[in-house]
């Protein structure tokens, strides 16, 4: 199972996989490593793209060998989202507006979510876990 968190720089994704992962004995992707792994930090319309099919094939791997696998990073566009192609969809709408322009300026709100964290608390991971488990 493909698990994405996604969402704007600064909205807690990060957060919410550190705490979900182990209540689902997943395993973490987080893209800023992965960036760091691939010396890439192209933020560029083509470098978004690259970044989403690279976590995707990673993400993939693990699904194939049975694992559960969340991925946290900003997926900002319909079509990086489309490349990602997540069983379940987390979207952490809980700011307006992120650290940085650029991503800003091209992200776009998702269609289609699974779960929508619209506050930072001490619970959301605990729902969501549960939520995934009935599904496994």
């Not at 079509?79 to 979207?91: G, L, S, V, Y």
């Not at 700011?95 to 699974?114: A, C, H, L, Q, V």
Request: hydrophobic share 35%; proline share 4%.
């Amino acid at each position: 199972m493909k698990i994405l968190i996604m969402g704007l720089p600064g909205s807690g994704k990060t957060y919410l996989a550190e705490r979900l992962t182990p209540l689902i004995n997943a395993n973490w992707i987080n893209a800023d490593k992965v960036r760091n792994k691939y010396k890439d930090w192209d933020f560029s319309e083509e470098g978004r793209k690259r970044q989403s099919l690279r976590m995707s094939s990673l993400a993939q791997e693990a699904s194939d060998n049975g694992e559960i696998v969340i991925c946290d990073f900003i997926c900002p566009t319909s079509e990086t989202r489309k490349t990602f192609d997540a069983d379940f969809t987390i979207w952490m709408n809980t700011i307006t507006k992120g650290r940085f322009e650029d991503t800003n300026k091209i992200f776009e709100p998702p269609n289609s979510i699974d779960y929508e964290v619209q506050e930072w608390n001490d619970s959301n991971h605990k729902i969501i876990a549960e939520i995934i488990l009935k599904d496994v």
